[in-house]
């Protein structure tokens, strides 16, 4: 899909694993493809739930830029964006929207004072 007209786009990774988690793969399975942590990144619009994009990857600066890259070549005009505190968005989201954009991140903090990302980069 191109030439989307959303105006409110929230990305969000979701964490899952192929055979075992990756801190348990024994030492065989360790950078083999389809073994380990694998992150869905899912940009969808806060108006219509349409999925605008989505990858399966790992949870690096590479796949950020290529997610927001994807994101960015589907839509019409300026939008605003809405991440989670995940810090590879920063650079990400500068270098591929440019100022065409508005963006916040979004980061909650619980009861406690934890940010709800414990694994932010």
């Not at 065989?28 to 992150?39: C, I």
């Not at 590479?62 to 005009?77: E, K, M, N, P």
């Not at 505190?85 to 619980?110: R, S």
Request: aromatic content about 12%.
């Amino acid at each position: 899909m191109r030439n989307l007209q959303c105006e409110r786009i929230h990305c969000d990774e979701i964490w899952a694993f192929c055979y075992a988690k990756e801190k348990n793969l024994s030492t065989d399975k360790k950078g083999q493809f389809g073994y380990g942590d694998a992150w869905t990144w899912v940009g969808i619009c806060a108006d219509s739930k349409l999925i605008v994009s989505w990858m399966v990857a790992k949870r690096d600066v590479q796949t950020a830029f290529l997610f927001v890259s994807d994101l960015r070549g589907r839509l019409a005009h300026k939008i605003q964006l809405t991440t989670d505190g995940l810090k590879l968005y920063l650079t990400a989201v500068a270098t591929e929207f440019g100022g065409n954009i508005d963006y916040a991140m979004l980061e909650k903090v619980y009861a406690g004072g934890g940010s709800g990302h414990p694994t932010n980069q």
